[in-house]
């Protein structure tokens, strides 16, 4: 098996998975709570990767961080560098494309979470940010933690968006659904084999914890 692509993928997935979670949660927490009439476009914006071809979004992604657009253009002043086939580049188009499976678990596990704790948090003093710090992300944990997990199973598995923003460099860009896709080009059937089953594997075990997570957030949550 290709382990140098295994291994770029996991420390992919783990920093999209991070990130995912440091903006996800304030984002989700909004979605969940605010009563801007306008926010069904905020969701469907952050939706839109689940629907959108791809090797669409990588494009667009390629443009918005080419040496020609304002954030490739600062990138290559700050650090010399290009965005696009990058790791960096790579991480920027993983996050965005990742970002409704961190979303809509959380978001859900945020709505099932009592209003009356959170009220009764506030009535105590207690300010918005602090009640979401020590009652509505304790409470939601599962779903977070479920959130986690498919964002993280989400990116090991990329194939179109990091092929189009990162293309396909050994040790640089070069995941293992890339590495996959190289080995039966190359008729090297025995290693996409033995990396395909890795795949499998991984993505079978990720999916019942995930439905684990889940049936614990249900069985947490109150009935009435």
Same mark, same amino acid.
């Given at each position: *098996?290709? $382990?140098?692509a295994? $291994?770029?993928?996991v420390?992919?997935?783990?920093?999209?998975t991070?990130?995912?979670?440091?903006?996800?949660l @304030?984002?989700?927490? $909004?979605?969940?709570?605010?009563?801007?009439?306008?926010?069904?476009l905020?969701?469907?914006?952050?939706?839109?990767?689940?629907?959108?071809?791809?090797t669409?979004?990588g494009?667009?992604?390629?443009?918005?961080?080419?040496?020609?657009? @304002?954030v490739?253009?600062?990138y290559?002043?700050l650090?010399?560098?290009?965005? @696009?086939?990058?790791?960096?580049?790579?991480?920027?188009?993983?996050?965005l494309?990742?970002?409704?499976?961190?979303?809509?678990?959380?978001?859900?596990?945020?709505a099932g979470?009592?209003?009356k704790?959170?009220e009764?948090?506030?009535?105590?003093?207690?300010s918005?940010?602090?009640?979401?710090?020590?009652v509505? !992300?304790?409470?939601?944990?599962?779903?977070i933690?479920?959130?986690?997990?498919?964002?993280f199973?989400h990116? *090991?598995?990329e194939?179109?968006?990091?092929?189009?923003?990162?293309g396909?460099?050994?040790?640089?860009?070069?995941?293992?659904?890339?590495?996959?896709?190289?080995?039966?080009q190359?008729l090297?059937?025995?290693?996409?084999?033995?990396?395909?089953?890795?795949?499998?594997?991984?993505?079978?075990? !990720?999916?019942?914890?995930?439905?684990?997570?889940?049936?614990?957030? $249900?069985?947490?949550?109150?009935?009435?």
């Amino acid at each position: *098996m290709d $382990w140098q692509a295994i $291994w770029l993928s996991v420390k992919l997935a783990s920093a999209t998975t991070v990130i995912l979670l440091i903006l996800g949660l @304030p984002l989700a927490y $909004w979605l969940t709570f605010s009563p801007r009439r306008w926010k069904f476009l905020v969701e469907a914006l952050v939706a839109l990767p689940l629907i959108l071809p791809p090797t669409v979004l990588g494009f667009y992604i390629l443009l918005a961080i080419g040496p020609r657009s @304002p954030v490739g253009a600062l990138y290559a002043t700050l650090t010399g560098g290009l965005l @696009p086939f990058s790791f960096p580049g790579l991480l920027i188009a993983s996050v965005l494309y990742s970002l409704p499976f961190t979303i809509q678990p959380v978001a859900a596990a945020f709505a099932g979470v009592d209003r009356k704790l959170i009220e009764a948090s506030w009535c105590l003093g207690v300010s918005r940010a602090a009640t979401f710090r020590r009652v509505v !992300v304790p409470l939601a944990r599962a779903g977070i933690a479920a959130g986690a997990v498919l964002s993280f199973a989400h990116t *090991m598995g990329e194939f179109g968006v990091v092929l189009m923003v990162g293309g396909n460099i050994a040790g640089v860009t070069r995941t293992v659904s890339i590495s996959i896709y190289d080995q039966v080009q190359a008729l090297n059937y025995a290693a996409a084999w033995q990396t395909s089953l890795f795949l499998l594997g991984f993505s079978f075990t !990720v999916l019942a914890l995930t439905y684990a997570l889940q049936r614990r957030a $249900w069985a947490l949550w109150p009935t009435s």
